[in-house]
């Protein structure tokens, strides 16, 4: 069991009270708090601090502001987004913003993100430092906890010449030197060093896809689900109750390819033993970041191929009906290997290929992919799923079974890693 520190306290406790003031103001101080002790544990991420003499006006305005943060884009030809300081000599700064009483940091991330471009579209939102600020005055002292998170950003990039603040560059060694602060400096170095492990066109059509179809998803989760699927709603009950038995007391927990995170609410709120839930999903869209969650829910935004997580760091992962959406055999051994790296023990799940499943389950998987537009790549047989996991994870232990719900089949695995 992980035994990290980021456990919800006890009533009476500090954080306790915290987490009872958020609910009843609509706060997010509790949440944000969970976010930035699960960050430290889940990524590598390195500290940068910043020390600063201030005055008694910008003390009191640093109290007021605990948490801000920091924002790194870049475009598909990994060039930069920087904007010009209002300072005497030239130099770059990067987008920055507080943290509000009401947002978290995902949250903000998208309203800075929106103050550079209205119509500015982000993928692979992922956090590459921390920053901690420290403003003194006088012997008084404030403490800032700040994340810098970087995130690609799609279409036109030119928007940023038609403005006198913010510009898109090469990044040159010149343009480095001339950021005026040396924690964005550092936090640039990893981003850059982070840049080198992507592919920045992976599984782009999916997330276009996403984007595309959310107002057919809307009409599909409040009217299909609601009127024409009570079966498979049974049948999801009965999936998170596989799901709960399978993660048992797992205090760290990933789900791979969590879409609008409806089944980690489930969850979470069938095992109150867990400490947070990683939703992590490649698309973002309005429909995920909409949804209602628990506070102990935290979304990412990562390539599950190519995850940024710290090795063994969650005690359980999920990878649910992924595994015919990957393009191809190389994508499938990035994600098992991706899993395996990251997680103790994972489960596996997926649809079987509905050509040989029943005549409803192939009318529902016309419906997913004419109306819904769903972009399964390759469906995999029984025997095929069994080989692919079994050839994946040799000499490990393993457990397949089979699921059956009203629009068709799946095939899932239980994996231990934790005694490699």
């Known amino acids: 069991m992980n035994t990290m520190s980021f456990t919800t306290a006890p009533d009476g406790s500090e954080t ?29 991420l390195p500290v940068f601090a910043h020390n600063e003499e201030v005055n008694e006006f910008s003390l009191a305005y640093a109290s007021s ?35 509000g009483e009401q947002e978290t940091f995902l949250d903000t991330v998208l309203r800075l993100a929106r103050s550079v471009s209205p119509k500015l579209s982000l993928y692979e939102i992922e956090p590459v430092a921390l920053i901690k600020n420290t403003f003194t005055n006088k012997g008084q002292k404030v403490v800032n906890d700040g994340v810098v998170f970087m995130a690609r950003i799609d279409g036109d990039p030119a928007f940023a010449a038609r403005t006198s603040k913010h510009h898109i560059v090469e990044l040159s060694d010149q343009d480095l030197e001339a950021v005026r602060k040396p924690v964005f400096r550092s936090a640039i170095h990893c981003m850059r060093q982070r840049l080198t492990t992507f592919d920045l066109e992976t599984q782009q059509n999916e997330i276009e896809h996403n984007e595309a179809a959310g107002a057919r998803y809307v009409v599909h989760n409040r009217v299909i689900k609601k009127f024409f699927l009570t079966k498979s709603k049974r049948k999801k009950l009965e999936q998170s109750k596989i799901l709960t038995e399978a993660i048992q007391n797992a205090g760290l927990v990933l789900d791979v390819s969590a879409g609008d995170s409806a089944m980690a609410n489930e969850v979470v709120k ?25 506070s102990k ?47 103790k023990r994972a489960l ?35 025997e095929h799923f069994r080989d692919i996991i079994s050839s994946a994870y040799q000499g490990l232990d393993i457990n397949f079974s089979e699921f059956y719900a009203a629009h068709g089949k799946f095939n899932y695995a239980l994996i231990e890693f934790d005694n490699e």
């Not at 829910?297 to 710290?310: E, G, Q, V």
């Not at 969650?314 to 992924?322: K, L, P, R, S, Y």
């Open 16 to 44: 306790g009270l915290t987490a009872a003031l958020d609910r009843l103001y609509d706060t997010k101080f509790s949440q944000n708090k969970l976010t930035l002790s699960a960050y430290s544990e889940i990524y590598d």
């Open 65 to 99: 502001r605990t948490e801000f943060v920091a924002l790194l884009l870049y475009d598909k030809n990994k060039k930069v987004l920087l904007e010009l300081t209002n300072s005497d000599r030239f130099s770059w700064s990067i987008p920055i913003a507080s943290v």
């Open 270 to 294: 069938r095992k109150p033993d867990i400490r947070a839930y990683v939703a992590n999903d490649l698309a973002l869209t309005t429909n995920i970041l909409s949804a209602k969650r628990n």
């Open 297 to 343: 829910i935290m979304i990412s935004n990562h390539d599950a191929t190519n995850l940024p997580f710290r090795s063994k760091s969650f005690d359980f992962a999920i990878c649910m009906n992924t595994l015919h959406h990957m393009p191809g055999e190389g994508h499938i051994r990035a994600l098992l290997n991706s899993i395996r790296r990251v997680a």
């Open 348 to 382: 596996i799940w997926d649809f079987s290929d509905p050509k040989s499943g029943t005549v409803g389950h192939r009318a529902w998987n016309f419906y997913y992919k004419r109306w819904l537009k769903d972009q399964a790549q390759h469906y995999l047989s029984d």
